[in-house]
């Protein structure tokens, strides 16, 4: 299911680098390292070249980047800044669906202006990362056409960014959005009218995200569902949607193609990857994982959804 390497394309991830502050309900962590890039690109990675760019503060640990490296990440597009690394911090309810963002402190992205290395220009899978939108229309404007562009955002920059926002929409593929997002954008309550409000708006294939609930993708050819892994330890949620998004890309990228099946055993895969972030604090579970435990669970995922012919 998941094939050797049929295209060797790289993802380029453009997002966040964090600390998180996190208050669990089965524990509490500070200064965890975190971010859209950090877990999208260990995600994608799993399956394709994974290349980053980021902006981190003076006082980031440079074992963190080291860490990226080793799982094969190109991390030469990470540029450290004089100042401190962005940093977000959020408080999970004890079912841990809903989270409460407690601050948000931009730092060193205040000034951020990302620069593509040339190297970096023709990246045919490009993932823009939760980041200001204005960002990743900065992005966007150096990349030379690549095959697949998705965007991530969030209720920070819907509610604050919004015109922006929109701008960029307009010149993207694929948006990956969690469903409380997705209502907010779409200002519409119900999920399906919500997903054809937000692909009028640019983006012809919708991935939305639903947490426990799984995910649905709204493309030309209709509605597609991949459950949630049923997990019997959930710790941490932090970065499953950015897990989900990175695995997503990098697992397209792996089958080369963009065609109706390749999309819907992306989202499974996707779901699948995204169970073992909420599995440990941070990355730390994504950080030690591999592709055959991947392929072990994702036919577990499969046999929970098989009813038969008819
Ligand atoms: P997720 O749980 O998938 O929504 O992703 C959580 C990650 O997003 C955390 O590691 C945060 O550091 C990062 N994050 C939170 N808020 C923002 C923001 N406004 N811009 C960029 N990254 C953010």
């Known amino acids: 299911m998941i094939h050797a390497t049929r295209s060797n394309d790289p993802v380029l991830i453009v997002g966040s680098m964090a600390f ?52 094969g990440i190109e991390t030469s597009g990470i540029e450290r800044a ?25 730092n060193v992205f205040a000034d951020f202006r990302p620069k593509l290395p040339d190297a970096f220009r023709a990246s045919p899978y ?33 509610s604050g960014e919004r015109p922006t926002l929109l701008e960029m929409l ?36 919708l991935v939305v995200k639903r947490g426990e609930y799984g ?6 050819h209709g509605i597609f569902f991949a459950p949630a892994y049923p997990l019997e330890e959930e710790i941490d949620p932090t970065g499953a949607g950015d897990t989900f998004a990175g695995a997503l890309m990098g697992y397209l990228s792996r089958e080369g193609s963009l065609d109706r099946s390749s999309l819907r055993k992306g989202l499974m895969v996707a779901a699948t990857v995204a169970s073992f972030c909420v599995e440990g604090v941070g990355t730390e579970r994504l950080a030690a994982l591999d592709r055959e435990q991947v392929a072990r669970r994702l036919e577990d995922l499969r046999g929970l959804v098989h009813f038969g012919k008819e």
């Open 126 to 158: 490009l993932l823009l990362g939760n980041i200001h939108p204005s960002l990743q229309l900065e992005v966007l404007a150096q990349v030379e056409r690549p095959k697949l562009v998705a965007a991530d955002t969030m209720n920070f920059w819907i």
């Open 215 to 220: 995910a649905m993708l709204f493309d030309d």
């Open 20 to 71: 998180d502050d996190l208050e669990l309900p089965t524990t509490n962590a500070k200064d965890v390292v975190g971010g859209s890039a950090t877990y999208a690109a260990l995600s994608a990675a799993l399956f394709a070249p994974a290349r980053v760019v980021a902006v981190v503060g003076d006082d980031f640990p440079s074992s963190a980047v080291e860490l990226l490296a080793a799982r």
């Open 82 to 106: 004089a100042g401190k690394t962005f940093r977000w911090a959020g408080r999970y309810a004890k079912n841990l669906t809903s989270r409460t963002t407690l601050d948000t402190q931009l």
């Open 170 to 205: 307009k010149k993207i593929d694929t948006l990956v959005i969690n469903d409380e997002e997705l209502r907010q954008l779409a200002e519409e309550h119900n999920v399906k009218k919500a997903a054809a409000i937000v692909r009028a708006m640019g983006p012809k294939r």
